[in-house]
């Protein structure tokens, strides 16, 4: 099927009622919903006001922004409110004026333990592919482009990576973008291609990596490597897990605190690892990572969105919006162990804000596709705008339509989560089909998942020397699907439309914005009369500008200078 048609087609698919077991919440399946531009009101985004349309001068708003045709419609937002929304400028460059920064992508990853490493695959390949087009179209050496990158300071890679020839192979049985070793798409980073990047168990990990630490994909590979063999490589020498016997928890869930700290520490300038999850620039990309939340008062556990921004309470309330709100006072290194406390296999996590401690479990036992909650999340921001999301890109840890509630578990937790598992065994893929029934008339949704040969496999998979076997194994599998039609064409076509929004946000017209997003830049008035100090913020180029020439107008000759003095980073290093 092809990538318009998945986008648009109806899915036959598996559409039915959220059922609820004893101890977990069900979280509602999206209901599509359907505004035509050729007539009616638009719904506004949260905290804008009208503003008029550009095209040709012809129309303009009075009380909801009023669309001019059927093809565009124009919702924008007044400086200085809602982050979210200031991004979108208000001269036209496109079809109806919409500026490039108004509707969102959105990149989910699936929940799987080890399988994960298919998930970077795949996103590695696609990065490939748009370093390829970049540099062929644009002659873009890096995402930031035109920019000049900043100084990162990388993860240190590994020495001994398994992806190395065998004694018994030759180069040319070694071929395709999951085989290779670091190349120019390190220079492409999904950050800077995706408005919000979400994940769930170790998919909860790799957004953190992506999405908050602006790592690369090799970056994240290597670390994932080393998270799987520090953890899974080292199960606790005399763990019982057969019933009637009390279990203890497989793995010690210290060694997976202190890996987690230490991709951390790597990625802080300041060599901490207790860096805050909250991001210090809200106009970068955004995290959000789920994780399910026992409630003390009733033991029900319902997802809990860890978010790296703010996201206000809808007006009205909405019955499905999870936690709104500033963003929880957590270090990443905690949110990362609450996404991936997966019962049986490490300890629980308790964290504790403003004197209320909350229990936290992997975030893929309950919903191991996070598509679902974070579209809506995105959506809940502009009042649930069903065109605020253009672009989706959700990667997977395989398929598998068979449950598999690990029978082997004591008995009593076993009893507890069974049931919960084999209910959501199938939610992967049919969390797709809603997306795709949901999206289908206003935007563009990819799914890309390995289809045969991983879905089955243990979440602790480890095999052979640093997990070589199931490593070669995970790269095979990905690797064939990938030279598929279909993994071909969906590479193809969402790397593509990846593409021509970075060309969009970073046209002249929007440079200042781009380089917010890139690389956090606010600015200061460093004149020394200037009334307001260098504690006020300017949130680009143009706001300084004015400021000085309103304020300082004796200093308007040295302009380019207080400009260039006034740029200010965030404290921690993005790329």
């Known amino acids: 099927m092809s990538s318009s048609q998945r986008s648009r087609s109806a899915p036959s698919g598996d559409r039915r ?24 009101r638009q719904p506004q985004h949260r905290n804008e006001s009208p503003r008029p349309s550009r095209e040709a001068g012809k129309a303009t708003t009075q009380g909801p922004a009023s669309v001019t045709n059927s093809n565009s419609s124009v919702v924008t937002s007044e400086a200085g409110q809602d982050s979210e929304h200031t991004a979108a400028t208000h001269s036209s460059s496109g079809s109806g004026g919409e500026s490039p920064w108004l509707r969102k992508t959105l990149l989910t990853l699936d929940g799987g333990g080890v399988r994960g490493f298919s998930s970077l695959l795949i996103l590695r390949a696609l990065m490939m592919e748009i370093a390829t087009l970049e540099q062929a179209e644009s002659q873009a050496h890096n995402s930031v482009h035109p920019l000049q990158p900043r100084l990162r300071r990388p993860v240190r890679m590994q020495q001994n990576r398994t992806d190395t020839l065998r004694k018994d192979e030759s180069p040319e049985q070694k071929q395709g973008p999951v085989f290779g070793p670091a190349n120019t798409s390190s220079l492409f980073l999904p950050a800077h291609y995706f408005d919000y990047i979400a994940g769930t168990s170790t998919g909860g990990l790799i957004a953190i990596m992506l999405g908050r630490l602006h790592m690369t994909v090799d970056e994240c590979l290597d670390a994932y490597e080393n998270l799987a063999d520090h953890v899974f490589g080292h199960p606790r020498q005399f763990h019982i897990r057969k019933p009637p016997w009390i279990p203890q928890d497989k793995y010690d869930h210290l060694r997976l605190e202190k890996v987690i700290k ?85 300890k629980t996590v308790r964290l504790e804000e403003e004197d209320e401690k909350s229990e936290y479990v992997d975030g893929g036992f309950g919903a ?42 004591g008995y009593r937790l076993y009893m507890a989560y069974a049931n919960t598992a084999a209910k959501w065994a199938t939610q992967s893929e049919a969390t797709h089909h809603t997306i795709l029934d949901a999206t289908r008339t206003f935007a563009e949704y990819f799914r890309l998942n390995v289809e045969h040969g991983i879905g089955k496999m243990k979440l602790d998979a480890w095999k052979g020397k640093k997990g070589c076997e199931t490593l070669e194994l995970i790269r095979t599998k990905t690797q064939e699907y990938l030279d598929s039609p279909d993994g071909q064409q969906q590479i193809s076509h969402s790397a593509r439309q990846l593409v021509n929004v970075r060309k969009a946000r970073s046209s002249p017209e929007y440079i200042d914005r781009w380089e917010r997003f890139c690389h956090g830049v606010e600015y200061a008035c460093c004149v020394p009369t200037c009334l307001d100090g260098r504690d006020k913020r300017y949130e680009d180029r143009q706001a300084l500008r004015r400021h000085v020439q309103e304020s300082h107008a004796s200093e308007c000759n040295r302009l380019e200078f207080w400009l260039n003095d006034g740029k200010r980073f965030p404290e921690e290093t993005t790329s």
Request: aromatic share 8%; with cysteine.
């Open 262 to 346: 230490d991709i951390v520490k790597q990625r802080s300038p300041k060599g901490h690892n207790s860096t805050e999850f909250r991001q210090p620039n809200e106009d970068m990309c955004r995290t959000i990572v789920i994780a399910w939340q026992k409630l003390n008062v009733t033991g029900t556990r319902i997802p809990h969105l860890f978010r790296s921004y703010h996201h206000p309470k809808s007006t009205p309330d909405d019955i499905l919006e999870r936690n709104p709100g500033r963003p929880d006072n957590y270090q990443i290194w905690q949110v990362g162990r609450a996404t991936s406390a997966a019962p049986f296999y490490f």
């Open 17 to 40: 009622p959220a059922s609820e077991s004893d101890n977990v919440q069900s979280p509602g399946l999206l209901t599509p919903t359907r505004w035509h531009t050729s007539r009616g």
């Open 368 to 409: 191991n596709n996070p598509t679902e909650e974070a579209y809506r999340s995105v959506k809940q921001l502009s009042n649930n705008n069903p065109r605020t999301v253009q672009i989706l890109v959700s990667i997977g840890t395989g398929k598998n339509l068979e449950a598999d509630p690990n029978p082997s578990a």
